[in-house]
């Protein structure tokens, strides 16, 4: 019986849990029915919050695996070590979004906030960090030349990174090569995403060789 308290599930799991078949998983990530991100190994998981808008949202059939809200999305209690994180944003009260939504992890993570993209840059250039929320439209240096920055670094570490933007879709899609690498979002970011997406970076990324 699989645990049902996790953070996030495989597609296989999702299927199971909704009492679909996992090729409706995939149409319903496909459509942006159903949030998902995928691990470094290119395996699509998807977080706890999004199964269960689905089901609140969705008549689909009901299932002895169903998740419920009342159960936690826990992760493992004791990380092999901490996730350096990086939030690159020059709006104040969307970085303060960001750390509230951290904020349940402590102390499972160390942050660093910046408001332009050189203060990044330097940031980065002293230590990689593992995970960056980035915002493309910045002060001094952007967001896409960022991105382009941290292929120099492909060698040495592998950064996540959560683009959030309110850039318009035809200007995106101008940096498709560029941005296909990474989970990309458009702003307002839903609140709902955000933990699923953070409580799947958590537990894969800290807890993996577990």
């Known amino acids: 019986m699989q645990n049902k308290n996790k953070p996030y599930f495989s597609t296989s799991e999702a299927a199971a849990i909704l009492g679909v078949s996992v ?3 995939q149409g319903l990530v496909e459509s942006g029915a159903l949030l998902a991100w995928k691990t470094r190994g290119g395996h699509r998981r ?15 059939p009901d299932t002895d695996n169903a ?25 104040p009260f969307v970085a303060k979004i960001y750390q509230g939504a951290l904020a349940k992890f402590a102390p499972l993570f ?9 203060s990044a840059l330097l940031e980065i250039g002293k230590q990689l960090p593992d995970f960056i929320i980035l915002d493309l439209d ?26 959030v933007t309110g850039l318009e879709q035809e200007t995106l899609a101008e ?7 990474y989970t990309v979002v458009a702003k307002p970011i839903s609140s709902e995403f955000l933990n699923g997406y953070l409580a799947c970076l958590f537990s894969a990324i800290l807890f993996s060789a577990q």
């Open 23 to 25: 090729s409706t998983i």
């Open 46 to 60: 998807i977080p706890r919050d999004s199964i269960l808008a689905v089901q609140k949202h969705t008549k689909l």
């Open 67 to 91: 998740v419920t809200a009342e159960q936690p999305a826990a992760l493992p209690k004791t990380p092999h070590r901490t996730l350096d994180i990086m939030i690159v944003e020059d709006d």
């Open 110 to 118: 160390q942050l660093r906030t910046c408001s332009d993209g050189v």
């Open 138 to 163: 910045i002060p001094n240096v952007n967001g896409l030349e960022m991105l382009k920055s941290f292929q120099n670094y492909a060698a040495r570490k592998a950064i996540q990174v959560l683009v």
């Open 175 to 181: 940096h498709e090569p560029l941005l296909q690498h």
